[in-house]
């Protein structure tokens, strides 16, 4: 599946508007904080869940939207969704290539 970022370009996505979609879409579930561990230190480190959702389908986990710098990255979310999300924040969406490693 392709990846899309929703973005409004006049405007910034915020964060308490991500937050309000999360809870009203059945197929949306937050990201809880997670504990990682340091590979090098051994130090046990907090990765924040906020402003991340996950994406289910028949309530198994299939992809991913994070929210970031006021955009939505939308990976492994079927285009219908992104065009969901897109109208009711009033926005646009595209498919993009995530160059993140």
């Not at 996950?54 to 065009?83: R, T």
């Amino acid at each position: 599946m392709k990846n899309y970022k929703i973005t409004r370009p006049d405007d910034a996505i915020g964060l308490d508007e991500w937050n309000r979609i999360i809870e009203s879409l059945d197929c949306l579930q937050a990201m809880p904080d997670r504990i990682m561990i340091n590979p090098f230190t051994k130090e046990k480190m907090v990765a924040s869940g906020e402003g991340r959702a996950y994406y289910l389908e028949n309530g198994n986990l299939v992809g991913a939207i994070i929210f970031e710098d006021g955009e939505l990255h939308a990976s492994k979310v079927p285009p219908v969704v992104c065009e969901i999300i897109s109208k009711r924040l009033e926005a646009g969406y595209y498919e993009f290539e995530d160059d993140r490693t």
